[in-house]
């Protein structure tokens, strides 16, 4: 398939800042692509996701969806709707009165039938669980919840690439399983995301991996790779699996241990 | 400092929304001194809780009390960056102490104590809050309340947006800070592994009401109730606990960090020594 989304060369200066945000930063994405971008705090993470959905306009190089480049106005209006970014904090994109009517925001600024909105609207508050919650006003909700509705006001309007910035912050493991059922539907369906996080375990699933240094990405390859360099990771600002610490600390060399199922069955067989 | 919260009930009453009961007769008692890890499911009260013991929500029925003991009581809130208002990262960490009276020379040596204990690189210190990333904001959300000396410190998930050494450096300056200054801490937090590594009892919250008032090792004996709400054990306590129910000679209850790494080092050095399996 033809990549629709790539980064070319793309560097970006906070005005007024004499270090760079990110620095010549290369990236091809074919549809239905899980990536994941790992780095330490201050590596550049969050200024990356906003050069990709076009919040942040490049210094040099370009950030292109479909061809088209976030650099001119004009097409920005078309990428707004390919891309969906969801925030760390997510109470900055919550515009409406209530949790039904925040859903509904961006659906409604699509040309669609009242019906077809309803069911939309519907389906986004069941599939995050937060039917209960309808009629809440979104910035009284606790964290987590909070964190739920803005993945489900960017879900409901499918893009084609969803990014979002550490996404299981604040999560209990219940709201984290239909997290990771959320993306395993995401790639049944062609679409993309881009995942942002310090956390290996998170992107463990991933088809590849990009890890950012000081602005820079210094190294891309599959998740499993990453494992078998722990020293390395680490000294990017990378955590590992705990599975794969405790084995590590515990003298376990072999196999590469992920999930403390692998780690039990190693220590007790 | 002993912190009292006598059969706290907080109902929210917005115009045109239905009641909800945040929280419902939850008496605690919080000695200074100690640490205290906060869990619960999302929504289940966790911040309306810290914010009622702050005294930020009168409740609606029932009474906090704080006895003895010098320093406020300060929350360190959801998202604190939220709340950044100074031009430069000195100056928003100054901004409380300044509002004690103090002389200039005490704010600015809280000021340096407060930023060094949380380990934010000196050159951040002159620029605005605002240019940082969203670790480095969590460090001087921090030090902004260290700044104010409190006698106990309540931390509203203090791990979010921090990366490995960021979390590692958290846990090193809270447990130093305690043993310095005898100060109470009470953390709510999903990150069970963050709690066990800095906490020793645990505080369950399930639908506005305490569940559960244990230790971690208290609460490997309750891992059905745990389960029952999408909880889980710390890592280190879980692993322990699925070795037990193999059957390997190991016990799962351990009540920090420390004891659950000497066991499962005990254990693993005695299969090396050739130890029987399964």
Same mark, same amino acid.
């Given at each position: 398939?033809?990549?629709?989304?790539?980064?070319?060369?793309?560097?970006?200066?906070?005005?007024?800042?004499? !270090? $760079?945000?990110?620095?010549?930063?290369? +990236?091809?994405?074919?549809?239905?692509?899980?990536?994941?971008?790992?780095?330490?705090?201050?590596?550049?993470?969050?200024?990356?996701?906003? +050069?990709?959905?076009? #919040? +942040?306009?490049?210094?040099?190089?370009?950030?292109?969806?479909?061809?088209?480049?976030?650099?001119?106005?004009?097409?920005?209006?078309?990428?707004?709707?390919?891309?969906?970014?969801?925030?760390?904090?997510?109470?900055?994109?919550?515009?409406?009165? !209530?949790?039904?009517?925040?859903?509904?925001?961006?659906?409604?600024?699509?040309? #669609?039938?009242?019906?077809?909105?309803?069911?939309?609207?519907?389906?986004?508050? =069941?599939?995050?669980?937060?039917?209960?919650?309808?009629?809440?006003?979104?910035?009284?909700?606790?964290?987590?919840?909070?964190?739920?509705?803005?993945?489900?006001?960017?879900?409901?309007?499918?893009?084609?690439?969803?990014?979002?910035?550490?996404?299981?912050?604040?999560?209990?493991?219940?709201?984290?399983?239909?997290? $990771?059922?959320?993306?395993?539907? +995401?790639?049944?369906?062609?679409? =993309?995301?881009?995942?942002?996080?310090?956390?290996?375990?998170?992107?463990?699933?991933?088809?590849?991996?990009?890890?950012?240094?000081?602005?820079?990405?210094?190294?891309?390859?599959?998740?499993?790779?990453?494992?078998?360099?722990?020293?390395?990771?680490?000294?990017?600002?990378?955590?590992?699996?705990?599975? !794969?610490?405790?084995?590590?600390?515990?003298?376990?060399?072999?196999?590469?241990?992920?999930?403390?199922?692998?780690?039990?069955?190693?220590?007790?067989? | 400092?002993?912190?009292?919260? @006598?059969?706290?009930?907080?109902?929210?009453?917005?115009?045109?929304?239905?009641? /909800?009961?945040?929280?419902?007769?939850?008496?605690?008692?919080?000695?200074?001194?100690?640490?205290?890890?906060?869990?619960? %499911?999302?929504?289940?009260?966790?911040?309306?809780?810290?914010?009622?013991?702050? &005294?930020?929500? /009168?409740?609606?029925?029932?009474?906090?009390?704080?006895? &003895?003991?010098?320093?406020?009581?300060?929350?360190?809130?959801?998202?604190?960056?939220?709340?950044?208002?100074?031009?430069?990262?000195?100056?928003?960490?100054?901004?409380?102490?300044?509002?004690?009276?103090?002389?200039?020379?005490?704010?600015?040596?809280?000021?340096?104590?407060?930023?060094?204990?949380?380990?934010?690189? /000196?050159?951040?210190?002159?620029?605005?809050?605002?240019?940082?990333?969203?670790?480095?904001?969590?460090?001087?959300?921090?030090?902004?309340?260290?700044?104010?000396?409190?006698?106990?410190?309540?931390?509203?998930? %203090?791990?979010?947006?921090?990366?490995? %050494?960021?979390?590692?450096?958290?846990?090193?300056?809270?447990? @130093?800070?305690?043993?310095?200054?005898?100060?109470?801490?009470?953390?709510?937090?999903?990150?069970?592994?963050?709690?066990?590594? *800095?906490?020793?009892?645990?505080?369950? *919250?399930?639908?506005?009401?305490?569940?559960?008032?244990?230790?971690?090792?208290?609460?490997?004996?309750?891992?059905?109730?745990?389960?029952?709400?999408?909880?889980?054990?710390?890592?280190?306590?879980?692993?322990?606990?699925?070795?037990?129910?193999?059957?390997?000679?190991?016990?799962?209850?351990?009540?920090?960090?420390?004891?659950?790494?000497?066991?499962?080092?005990?254990?693993? &050095?005695?299969?090396?020594?050739?130890?029987?399996?399964?």
């Amino acid at each position: 398939m033809a990549p629709f989304f790539i980064l070319d060369q793309v560097s970006y200066c906070y005005p007024g800042s004499l !270090t $760079t945000g990110v620095c010549q930063v290369n +990236l091809v994405l074919e549809p239905g692509t899980f990536l994941g971008v790992l780095g330490a705090n201050g590596s550049g993470k969050s200024t990356l996701a906003r +050069l990709c959905c076009g #919040l +942040l306009k490049p210094t040099t190089g370009q950030v292109l969806v479909d061809g088209y480049s976030t650099a001119n106005e004009e097409e920005l209006r078309y990428i707004y709707r390919q891309v969906g970014m969801v925030f760390q904090q997510p109470d900055n994109q919550f515009v409406a009165a !209530t949790v039904e009517r925040e859903i509904a925001f961006g659906v409604e600024n699509r040309t #669609l039938s009242s019906e077809v909105i309803r069911q939309t609207v519907g389906l986004g508050l =069941s599939y995050f669980g937060l039917e209960t919650l309808r009629n809440a006003d979104p910035h009284s909700l606790s964290g987590g919840e909070k964190r739920l509705l803005s993945l489900a006001d960017v879900w409901v309007l499918k893009p084609k690439l969803i990014l979002v910035d550490e996404p299981l912050a604040m999560l209990d493991p219940g709201a984290k399983q239909r997290i $990771t059922r959320f993306w395993q539907d +995401l790639r049944d369906q062609g679409q =993309s995301m881009i995942w942002f996080t310090h956390g290996l375990a998170e992107v463990l699933s991933a088809d590849l991996v990009l890890v950012m240094e000081n602005g820079r990405a210094v190294w891309t390859g599959p998740p499993g790779e990453l494992l078998a360099m722990p020293e390395q990771a680490r000294a990017w600002g990378i955590t590992l699996p705990p599975a !794969t610490e405790a084995a590590d600390r515990l003298g376990v060399k072999e196999p590469v241990v992920t999930n403390e199922d692998e780690l039990v069955s190693v220590l007790w067989k | 400092m002993e912190i009292n919260a @006598k059969e706290l009930t907080v109902v929210f009453s917005r115009d045109g929304e239905a009641k /909800k009961t945040a929280l419902s007769g939850v008496t605690l008692h919080l000695k200074g001194g100690a640490a205290a890890a906060l869990l619960g %499911p999302i929504g289940s009260g966790k911040s309306t809780l810290l914010r009622t013991l702050a &005294g930020l929500i /009168k409740p609606t029925s029932g009474s906090v009390t704080v006895d &003895g003991g010098e320093g406020p009581v300060v929350l360190a809130i959801q998202e604190p960056q939220r709340g950044f208002f100074a031009a430069t990262v000195r100056e928003e960490v100054a901004f409380g102490p300044e509002n004690l009276d103090m002389e200039a020379a005490e704010v600015a040596a809280r000021v340096d104590w407060a930023l060094t204990a949380v380990d934010l690189k /000196k050159e951040r210190w002159t620029v605005s809050p605002f240019q940082l990333s969203g670790g480095e904001q969590r460090r001087v959300a921090l030090a902004a309340a260290l700044a104010m000396k409190p006698g106990f410190l309540l931390l509203d998930e %203090p791990t979010i947006g921090l990366d490995g %050494p960021g979390q590692t450096a958290l846990i090193t300056t809270l447990r @130093k800070i305690k043993a310095e200054t005898g100060i109470g801490l009470l953390v709510a937090s999903h990150d069970p592994d963050f709690l066990f590594s *800095l906490t020793q009892r645990v505080l369950l *919250l399930v639908d506005g009401r305490l569940a559960a008032d244990t230790t971690w090792g208290g609460l490997v004996e309750k891992v059905d109730t745990l389960r029952a709400y999408n909880l889980e054990l710390p890592f280190l306590l879980s692993l322990l606990y699925r070795l037990e129910a193999a059957g390997a000679p190991v016990a799962a209850a351990q009540e920090s960090e420390e004891q659950a790494w000497a066991e499962l080092n005990r254990f693993c &050095g005695e299969r090396m020594k050739g130890g029987s399996g399964p």
